[in-house]
Structures are given as C-alpha cells and as structure tokens.
T-cell receptor
C-alpha cells in the first residue's frame, strides 16, 4: 500500500519558470490537500479538494493552481516561480468521513528551490 | 483567529530522560487534537489524537490529554530514545476543511 506518492523529491527552478508537483494516493480518500512547510511557520494550507472536480483555496494560494480530475491525483502547478516559493511541499489526503475522517496521511515531500 | 502555540525548540535530551512538549490552542468550537511527528527526510505521520475533552491519546510510549479548561494538549514520554529524534507538530481540526498546525518542535535525543 503506497499511501501518498509525491514527485519529484527535489527540484531547482529559475525565477519565472513553471512546473507541476505530482501527487497520487491509493487509499480512495475523498479529501486531498497541499501544504508548504517553512522554517518556524509550521505547515500552511495552499489548496485543497473535497472530491473529484472540486477544489478550493487555502491560506496561501497565490501563485499556485490545482485540479482534481480523478480521486487519486491532485497536481500542484506553479505558474511563474518566485524565490518566495522556495519551500518544502507536502501533499496529504484524508478520508473525510468515519472515525479517521480528519487524520491526514502525508507524502514524503518535495523540496523546491527557486533561484 | 485559530492558532496553535507550541514550545520552541530545539529540545535536547539524554536517552531515558522525561519529555514534555507544551501545546496550547485557540479555536472556536470543540476541535479534534493531534500530534504529528516528522522523522528526518520524511513526511509527517500521525502520532496520536484525541477527539473530546479528557480523552488521552497514546502511541509508542507518548501520551497527551485533551484539556479543554486550559486549551492544552501537552505531549509527554517517560523515557525517550535516540530513535525519537524528530520534529513534533501539534495540530487541531475544527470541522470544515482545515487542520491548523503549530510551528513544530525539534527534539534531539543523545545516546
């Protein structure tokens, strides 16, 4: 059972370049989300989805796009990378219902550096 | 607004020492409370949780009790091991779709 799989693990971009961070889960979770982790700031929610075809903004959505065409996949797109987007990005999923409804399962993370 | 405050790190302990990491929260309603742990190079994983007042979550020797009156959820372990070295995050979920995380506390355990 792979859980949540993120790719790539590391990426270096130049300012203005675009890229997509991939996220896939095999647990049939309804909810998926993207967080960024910055030193001293914990995790901040970028975008989330409560089901295929449904996405919404989190706390820090500017500069990022998402889509949810299937239950399994939730890619995060950086439209025009900026140095302020240098961070570690985590994809997470949770069932959305049942006893573990709000327990997040995280991917291993993607470290992005924007020069 | 909703927030989590946890003690700043790093916390450095010797093996077999007692661990406490303080966590307090500000939330509307009655949130579910969590501790997540992040080992080096990995994503976060659930350590323990509590869903109502006076519940005690426990796992791998770690414990935390949901204290509604003090809005706290302090993490404790009686005897830490080197393998417990990690970053620990306190978090809560208030319903809707939002989990609020603290800034994390890095723990180093020396042999």
């Amino acid at each position: 059972n792979a859980g949540v799989t993120q790719t790539p693990k590391f990426q270096v971009l130049k300012t203005g370049q675009s890229m997509t961070l991939q996220c896939a889960q095999d647990m049939n979770h309804e909810y998926m989300s993207w967080y960024r982790q910055d030193p001293g700031m914990g995790l901040r929610l970028i975008h989330y989805s409560v089901g295929a075809g449904i996405t919404d903004q989190g706390e820090v959505p500017n500069g990022y796009n998402v889509s949810r065409s299937t239950t399994e996949d939730f890619p995060l797109r950086l439209l025009s990378a900026a140095p302020s987007q240098t961070s570690v990005y985590f994809c997470a999923s949770n069932p959305g219902q049942g006893s573990g409804a709000n327990v997040l399962t995280f991917g291993a993370g993607s470290r992005l550096t924007v020069l | 607004g909703d927030s989590v405050t946890q003690m700043e790190g790093p916390v450095t302990l010797s093996e077999e020492a007692f661990l406490t990491i303080n966590c307090t929260y500000t939330a509307t309603g009655y949130p579910s409370l969590f501790w997540y742990v992040q080992y080096p190079g990995e994503g976060l994983q659930l350590l323990l949780k509590a869903t109502k007042a006076d519940d005690k979550g426990s796992n791998k020797g770690f414990e935390a009790t949901y204290r509604k009156e003090t809005t706290s959820f302090h993490l404790e372990k009686g005897s830490v091991q080197v393998s417990d070295s990690a970053v620990y995050f306190c978090a809560f979920h208030t319903g809707g779709f939002k989990t609020i995380f603290g800034a994390g506390t890095r723990l180093f355990v020396k042999a």
